[in-house]
């Protein structure tokens, strides 16, 4: 109900009307490897569903905090997640938060973001900052929907996910997502 209500007051914001099942959250989050990484970013947590299961997969040492730009959505993760830090704030500004943490670079950086509805300037802009953001050898992961692939938002962002990174690969759809989707991992 709660993604329901932001869904209504910002859509393309928000971009679902529920939040990710447990079966797509537990999967980007497999596929992140996380207890090998030292210092992971989560960019748009909405209610918390994949910061639940980083939380449950990443060494209690790692460096891990979310950026979300709705308030009430940092207010509900942070209720789901109490162990969890969620800043208010854009995720272009992830330079910004890395050096509020002392570090430079992250060497992992999952992404809730609806990248199908983003202009082609902001796609840029943002997959810029999380490259930028990255390790050499450091790893993005996304959600997608697969209804995103039918329109050029969508099969424009697939380009630029191959275009920039050196390895870029997609996980099997997951049926049972309220919108059915899949994982890009890509290797900087
Ligand atoms: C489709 S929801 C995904 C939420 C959650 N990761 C999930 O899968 O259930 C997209 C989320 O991205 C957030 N968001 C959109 N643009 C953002 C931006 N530029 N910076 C940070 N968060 C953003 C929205 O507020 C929303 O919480």
Request: glycine share 6%; with cysteine; proline share 4%.
């Amino acid at each position: 109900m709660k993604f329901f209500k932001q869904f209504l007051k910002s859509p393309k914001e928000t971009a679902a009307v529920v939040s990710s099942s447990k079966e797509m959250s537990k999967l980007i989050a497999d596929m992140a490897d996380l207890n090998s990484k030292r210092c992971v970013v989560e960019l748009g947590p909405g209610t918390g569903a994949f910061t639940e299961e980083i939380l449950s997969q990443v060494d209690p040492e790692t460096l891990f905090f979310c950026l979300e730009i709705n308030r009430e959505f940092v207010s509900e993760t942070k209720r789901r997640c109490p162990d969890a830090t969620v800043y208010h704030a854009s995720a272009t500004d992830i330079g910004k938060y890395l050096a509020k943490n002392n570090r430079q670079r992250c060497d992992c950086i999952i992404s809730g973001l609806p990248w199908a509805l983003l202009d082609s300037s902001l796609q840029e802009e943002l997959l810029d900052s999380i490259y930028n953001s990255l390790d050499e050898g450091g790893v993005f992961l996304t959600i997608a929907h697969i209804t995103g692939l039918l329109f050029p938002p969508g099969r424009r962002f697939q380009k630029l996910l191959d275009m920039k990174f050196s390895e870029m690969s997609r996980s099997n759809i997951i049926w049972g997502n309220v919108l059915p989707g899949f994982i890009y991992r890509c290797t900087k």
